[in-house]
Each structure stands twice: as structure tokens, then as C-alpha cells.
């Protein structure tokens, strides 16, 4: 490791906000060294809790933030907060805007507020996020919450990096269907429903109740045999909304909950459910895995990104794919066989690069 990140590591272990800062900012921007320190980090993760909001634009997922931040700072803990926000495909611009509401906790000394730019990245979230959380995570932060772009449906990028995962709706988010896309029922542990003193908040959450009570073992666990048994009486909202709140010891239903974020109501309802589902995810098992898996998608995001770099900046490699590029065009291959050549080749690629020294760097990490 460069002396210059030697001397940064020796002010944030000593806990320095300062250098907090700019260990964020090497990591987000993937400045030389960044991997190493990453490295030096590693041991000190594992231990803060990591909560994802989501929900489309204009949900109040930002304004839920900054509630929880203080009703967890009011418990004495310390909070990270990661707000993603869009970058522009014109400018390469973004507005963070999500700093600015959060104005009346940005000045807590137990608070560190990272805004950070898709740069181009879908999922919902930077390339980045997830080392920026380890970095967070490494330097005692009890709570860290990562709030989404707000793009609407393809926010499953979260659920990837979060321990639970808050989806934030509200009544005018559109009919009831458009809401509850599958990947959004499928990546929600908790829902929240804001703005639930407008009209159509309650059809909202019956909606989404009944869509969970629809969901194969939770509709009917319950109801009794259908013989004799006006089904027109079973209730699958009704049985979703009690699976929730009595839930079984192997099987979370995504409470439904209501909030006015605005006014401050519905945050108690929330860190209680926040509480619950991270408790069923220890007692049953899948917090470690959760986290098991986000470090196999990382190493696999690791190797192909490496591999990748490697097999596209060697020279010989790009001259031989131009090469192939006129019998593609004649119809005499296709890009799958010429695909395959080039695999074929590059692990004679990498021994050699291992060979070299090429791989030393990779092996150090």
C-alpha cells in the first residue's frame, strides 16, 4: 500500500471523519489503491446492518431517511447514510438532491451523509455502493441506510446489497397492477405505504395485502378445507395482513405499514418491523446467507471485470478479433465461434500474464 494510504488508514482507524471522507472518495472513484485499502478494511466489515429504500420518485424516500437517521440517533447509535442519485445521459451531471433535504441531519457529528452519482449504472444504485458500504461498515457505523435512484422497476440491484428492504410507495403511484410488479413484491421486506392520509391509500395497502395473501403458502395456510366452505368469505388480504403481524418462525410476510412521513407518523411501526425481520433473518439463518451470497456476486463481479480488462487491452487479442471480423461479415462464422476462439485463447492469455508477473498485483490483493 502507497505511504499516502498508510498514513489515511492510521487516521481512520483512529476515527477521523476527515479521513473517512476521502477513504469514501478513493473507493467510489476507484483511485489507485483503492483495492488495497479495501483489503485492509475487509476484516472490520460484517458488523453494521444495511437497509435499502426504494420506491418511485416523489415516494418521500428521502424524507423516511432522515427520520429514521433521527429516530436511531435518538437511540444513541451511528448512522451511515448512501443517497444515489441519477446521472444526467446529456450532461454526465447530477443533482444531488437528496443531501439537500436531508439538511436537518446533515450537521450530526454521528451522522456521515455520501451522496453518489449512478454514472450511468441501472439497478438503482452506483457501481460503488457496495464498497462504499463496507467502507462505512469498517468504520463502526451501527446503521447504514442506502437509498435508491427512485426509477421505478428495475430498483433490484438493493436487495442485493441490503440486509432488509424498505419499499416506499404512495397512493398516486399508478393503479394497483403497474405497482406491484413482481420484482417489486418479490425484493420488498417491508412495505411502506406514505402519504397514507390521501385518498386511495387504503385500497393501496388492501392491494398489496391481497397481492401477498396470493403468494403460494401464505393465502391459504390457514383457511380451513374447501368442502363445505364458501370461499368467496376467504379473505387473502386479511390472511396476509395477519401472516404479517403473527408471523410463523420460518416465514416472513412483508408487513404493510402506513406513514405520514411529513407529520413524522408511521417511523416507531418502522424500526419495530426493521427489528423483527433482521431478528427472523438471525434466527432463521438467511442473514448469513444474504451475506454469503453478496460476497459471491462481488467476487464474480471482480473476476469479470478483471478478466474483461485483461483480455481487451492485450494487443494481439484486439488484432485478432479485428481479423475476424471479415469472415463474420462473409457469413463464413459467426461471433459465437469467433467468441469461443477467443476464449480458448485467453487462458493461454492469463498463464502467461501469470507467468510474468502480471498476475503478481491480483495475488498481493
Known amino acids: ?130 464498497e462504499v458500504a463496507d467502507v462505512l461498515d469498517a468504520f463502526g457505523f451501527d446503521r447504514i441506510l442506502i437509498e435508491t435512484v427512485g426509477v421505478g422497476q428495475s430498483e433490484l440491484e438493493v436487495a442485493r446489497t441490503a ?22 413484491m418479490e425484493i420488498a421486506d417491508i412495505f411502506v405505504v406514505n402519504k397514507s392520509d390521501r385518498p386511495g391509500a ?61 407529520e413524522g407518523k408511521g417511523m416507531d411501526a418502522l424500526i419495530a418491523a426493521l427489528d423483527r425481520h433482521f431478528a427472523y433473518l438471525e434466527r432463521t439463518g438467511q442473514l448469513a446467507e444474504r451475506r454469503r451470497e453478496r460476497i459471491r456476486q462481488r467476487v464474480k463481479e471482480l473476476v469479470e471485470s478483471r478478466f474483461s480488462d485483461r483480455v481487451w487491452s492485450d494487443a494481439a487479442t484486439m488484432r485478432r478479433l479485428d481479423g475476424m471480423v471479415p469472415n463474420i461479415e462473409k457469413r463464413s462464422t459467426t461471433p459465437f465461434g469467433a467468441a469461443e476462439e477467443i476464449l480458448s485463447e485467453s487462458a493461454g492469455l492469463l498463464k502467461r500474464e501469470h507467468e510474468t508477473g502480471g498476475g503478481k498485483e491480483m495475488r498481493s490483493k
Do not use: C
Open 163 to 184: 440486509d432488509s428492504t424498505v419499499v416506499i410507495l404512495v397512493p398516486e403511484s399508478g393503479d394497483s397492477i403497474q405497482t406491484l410488479k413482481a420484482g417489486v
Open 1 to 130: 500500500m502507497p505511504a499516502s494510504l498508510d498514513r489515511l488508514l492510521a487516521d481512520f482507524n483512529a476515527g477521523k471523519t476527515p479521513a473517512l471522507a476521502r477513504a469514501v472518495s478513493i473507493v467510489e472513484n476507484h483511485r489507485a489503491g483503492y483495492d488495497s485499502l479495501l483489503s485492509s478494511l475487509h476484516p472490520r466489515t460484517g458488523r453494521a446492518r444495511r437497509i435499502g429504500l426504494t420506491g418511485p420518485p416523489g415516494a418521500g424516500k428521502s424524507t423516511v431517511t432522515a427520520l429514521l437517521v433521527a429516530q436511531y440517533r435518538a437511540a444513541g447509535l451511528k448512522i451511515g447514510v448512501i443517497a444515489v442519485d441519477p446521472t444526467s445521459p446529456f450532461t454526465g451531471g447530477a443533482l444531488l438532491g437528496d443531501r439537500v433535504r436531508m439538511e436537518a441531519i446533515a450537521l450530526d457529528t454521528g451522522v456521515f451523509i455520501r451522496s453518489m452519482a449512478t454514472r450511468g449504472s441501472l439497478g438503482g444504485l452506483a457501481s460503488a455502493t457496495r
Open 202 to 262: 387504503d385500497r393501496l395497502r388492501n392491494d398489496i395485502e391481497l397481492m401477498l395473501g396470493l403468494r403460494k403458502g401464505v393465502s391459504f395456510n390457514n383457511a380451513p378445507a374447501h368442502h363445505g366452505v364458501d370461499l368467496k368469505r376467504v379473505n387473502p388480504a386479511k390472511l396476509a395482513r395477519r401472516a404479517a403481524a403473527e408471523p410463523a418462525a420460518d416465514m416472513w410476510t412483508p408487513p404493510v405499514l402506513g406513514a405520514v412521513a411529513r
